[in-house]
């Protein structure tokens, strides 16, 4: 692999790592000094899960024989020395093929048998599954062994025509795609439907993602490598060859898999070594290359820029050989570099706003909390200090005020109850439209209209009006939540007027990230209803499985979306509770307090000093809590830098203790 693209990936992953250790710091820190509370704790390990998780998709996608697995071999495998994934003339790859690692696992190839097809279960079902598959170890050592085990995903079996139907390889309505029926009248399928390949190779560990895939206009290309594997990946590299130029059915491809998501996709134009000519010059070539990548650019619509010319197998047998002067004249190295400068940015700024949102969330959380503590040291203080040369007869006085406060404070409990009460009555009503139940109930009745209309022939349009339903429903949600926010604002504001509360509301959740991820999923989906997949899915198998497919993408948006909403309710609620205990537990310091005093008057010297430490070593924990933060985001700032170290900040510890514990 080039270096760029390695690099570049390599500072992005350990940029990831040290943006994970200065989160684990500023954890630790929150949590040995006991200012992070369960929502704040929560918070924190979701944004260390999504900075450990993320992965980079990046799908190779083709007609078949364009070199997709001979540019995978060349950009990934050939520090093997050779060939790894098989890569032949004619039909090669027969399943989607993703390479990945997980460290959980052993090196191994796992297999999906073509037969899950008939129960209808989704590939994202199925993955969680593992005796769906067959699994064999790698050996990862010995390069032939390897190239071998890999060899599994070409297979293919012949079953009868009635078999490929159920299989979805076989269509009566487009005769002119199917498969050759061979004299004994059985048809060639592929084997398995979906080959994962846990390898450790190092971009692989940094949490890249590759997917190859057969040949995609083949009839019965599995829907879920079209609707979900392909539309989520990040990059995508689209292939054609240079020896055939843009074919109807390259284009088919394009149109069809490739229409949406401009920014990531790059072309490349393949087997530029098969132009080589003895009767022309090298110029002339070069030439030729120049004008067919312009003619590449304009048939697809995209920059020429976006287009690649190379030669995967000359960049394979360079690298193999060890020949640079061979790699550069591949081309492939202009490829890398594009990769790595535009799709690792972009992650990038993803990660680092998701790092600095949380961030900023976290720290508002903290210091509203702790200078709500230092608040009430400060009221107890002045009551202290304003006792300073008074009466055993005044103290008592005193202490019986507190006893009356107490007791009128308290009356809040009552209020407090019929507010919970309404709250979690209005946050159930705002959840119902987002239950799973809900989302099964609308996609049934989608079916139930595709099912009721000709040929399928109504299916986008029941698909689209579903959508609108489901658009609706989550407009309700916002509806409701923006309601609950306005009663908890006037409740609040009564409470904190009335018994000295500092309530305070957050911004309530914002639905239209999820209207967004909805209308995705339409724009996808619509492209696949059109007239050919219609027909397609006029096959009952595979109507269920765009069903739980369509399920499974949508359910992640309305669990997503219900899961804010009840998170937002639960740390605005937890709000109410914690300042209850605070108030509480401040009314008995101030007896507590009070009665020493009143036995020793020395006393009252030594409970001054000791609140006014309290609130100094408060003070230390936020300004240290502060610069934590302020590391975390300047090193999200930073972004990926080489050597990957952390910034250097002088960051002397300041106080170790915890406040609660200084005041037990
Ligand atoms: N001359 C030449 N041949 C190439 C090049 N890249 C790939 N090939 C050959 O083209 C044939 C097809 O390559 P594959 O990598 O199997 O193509 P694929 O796109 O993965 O095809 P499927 O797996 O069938 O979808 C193989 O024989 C490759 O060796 C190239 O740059 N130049
Ligand atoms: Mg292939």
Known sequence: MTPSFAISLDALSGWRTTLGRRLDEVSRYLADHEMADAQAAAQMAALRDRLGNE????????????????????????????????????????????LAWDAEESAALMLLPIETRLEGHSLAELRGQRRAWTIRPLQISDPERLAESLQEVTRTKFVSQEQARELGFWSDETPDDNPPVDDRGFVEVPAWR???INYPHPLLKQGLVVLDTPGLNAIGAEPELTLSLLPSAHATVFILGADTGVTKSDLGVWRDHLGTHALSRFVVLNKIDALADPLSSAEQVDAQITSQCAETAR?????????????????????????????????????EAALGSQLLPQ??????????????????????????????????????RG?????????????????????????????????????????????????????????????THMSASLLNLGARKAFVALCTRLRKLLDEAQKR???????????????????????A?????????????????????????????????????????????????????????????????????SQVDSQ??????????????????????????????????????????????????????????????????LISLHMPVEIENAPQRAQA
């Open 505 to 573: 509301m957050t911004k309530s959740p914002d639905m239209a990230r999820f209207i967004t991820e909805l209308g995705e999923i339409e724009t996808g989906y619509t492209q696949y209803l059109g007239l050919t997949q219609a027909l397609r899915l006029s096959q009952p198998k595979f109507m269920e499985q765009f069903r739980r497919m369509l399920v499974s993408k949508l359910r992640v948006v309305f669990e997503n979306a219900s899961a804010e909403l009840e998170l937002w309710n639960k740390s605005t609620s």
């Open 299 to 335: 048939t697809l619509g995209v920059g020429v820029e976006r287009v690649f010319p190379l030669s995967a197998r000359q960049a394979l047998a360079a690298r193999v050989d060890g020949d640079d002067k061979l790699l550069l004249q591949s081309r492939l190295p202009a490829l």
């Open 347 to 384: 992650r990038r700024q993803v990660l680092e706003q998701v790092v600095t949102d949380g961030a900023q969330q976290l720290e508002t959380h903290v210091s509203r909390r702790l200078g709500d503590q230092r608040r009430q040291l400060a009221e107890q203080m002045f009551e202290l």
């Open 55 to 98: 992965k980079l998709v990046v799908a190779f996608v083709a007609e078949f024989s364009r070199g997709k697995s001979e540019l995978i071999n060349a950009i990934f495998f050939a520090d093997t020395g050779r060939r790894v994934l098989p890569a032949t003339p004619g039909r090669t790859t027969m399943c989607p093929v993703e």
């Open 194 to 196: 979906h080959a994962l």
């Open 387 to 447: 006792l300073r040369g008074k009466s055993g007869g005044k103290l008592r006085l005193m202490i019986e005020r507190i006893d009356v406060e107490t007791a009128e404070f308290e009356q809040c409990t009552v209020r407090l109850q019929a507010l919970r009460v309404v709250h979690s009555r209005m946050l159930k009503d705002a959840l119902v439209g987002l239950s799973s139940d809900r989302l099964r109930e609308e996609v049934a009745e989608m079916q």
């Open 580 to 645: 209850l205990r605070e108030r509480r537990r401040n009314f008995r310091r101030r007896r507590e307090s009070l009665e020493r005093v009143q036995t020793a008057a020395s006393d009252l010297e030594i409970r001054i000093a000791e609140l006014e430490g309290q609130d100094e070593r408060l003070q230390g924990f936020l300004r240290r809590a502060k610069q934590l933060f302020d590391a975390l985001r300047e090193q999200a700032r930073a972004g990926p830098v080489a050597g990957n170290d």
């Open 481 to 503: 939540s923006n309601e609950i926010r306005d009663m908890l604002g006037a409740s609040f504001s009564k409470l904190n007027g009335e018994f000295g509360f500092s309530l």
